[in-house]
T-cell receptor, first 111, second 112 residues
Framework: SQWGEENLQALSIQEGEDVTMNCSYKTYTTVVHWYRQDSGRGPALIILIRSNEREKRSGRLRATLDTSSQSSSLSITAAQCEDTAVYFC???????????FGQGTSLSVVP | EAAVTQSPRSKVAVTGGKVTLSCHQTNNHDYMYWYRQDTGHGLRLIHYSYVADSTEKGDIPDGYKASRPSQENFSLILELASLSQTAVYFCASSDATIQAPLFGEGTRLSVL
């Protein structure tokens, strides 16, 4: 399997809190994608970080990538109720984006 | 607007029957994919294609066939549907530049 420890988990936080989700992978990767999936919808890309980047920001999102430890994280600052979704990391090891998805994190943000 | 459209959105099939899931993209993307998602799990790649009239096996191809008759269309075929193929199926497309697949809304398949 591409993945090390299972990263399926459920998180529940209050609105306004910060949250970090982690994933680790076992094989060489050039790109880590972070997707969010709303209930009943397809996954949607929210941030992409390449192996030559250590950090990437997009609005309230921050992704990090540590190729030496083969891990990536996604942080959301000041979470809002509309951030409630399942978040997946996915890796690609070639120029052709045959993605391998992790198990995902179900995030619930409550008022 | 970039789009990946799947049909049907849901389907109930009988064990042993043939099922065809269709996908159409208007993104002018070369790459198309079929993924499967089981409840509470991530997506797993079944088949993919990087050019019309050619398909490749993904990580879990057994029990599935794929067809790419044109750049825009990509079908997933279950010749003999089985209970274990009950899942949500996602089609996606991407290009070589961005390399981030754009997903459709999914097809919920129940095999009874």
């Amino acid at each position: 399997s591409q993945w090390g420890e299972e990263n399926l988990q459920a998180l529940s936080i209050q609105e306004g809190e910060d949250v970090t989700m982690n994933c680790s992978y076992k094989t060489y990767t050039t790109v880590v994608h972070w997707y969010r999936q709303d209930s009943g919808r397809g996954p949607a890309l929210i941030i992409l970080i390449r192996s030559n980047e250590r950090e990437k920001r997009s609005g309230r999102l921050r992704a990090t990538l540590d190729t030496s430890s083969q891990s990536s994280s996604l942080s959301i600052t000041a979470a809002q109720c509309e951030d409630t979704a399942v978040y997946f990391c996915a890796t690609s090891s070639s120029s052709f984006s045959k993605l391998v998805f992790g198990q995902g994190t179900s995030l619930s943000v409550v008022p | 607007e970039a789009a990946v459209t799947q049909s049907p959105r849901s389907k109930v099939a009988v064990t042993g029957g043939k099922v065809t899931l269709s996908c159409h993209q208007t993104n002018n993307h070369d790459y198309m994919y079929w993924y499967r998602q089981d409840t509470g799990h991530g997506l797993r790649l079944i088949h993919y294609s990087y050019v019309a009239d050619s398909t490749e096996k993904g990580d879990i191809p057994d029990g599935y066939k794929a067809s790419r008759p044109s750049q825009e269309n990509f079908s997933l075929i279950l010749e003999l549907a089985s209970l274990s193929q009950t899942a949500v199926y996602f089609c996606a497309s991407s290009d070589a530049t961005i390399q981030a697949p754009l997903f459709g809304e999914g097809t919920r398949l129940s095999v009874l």
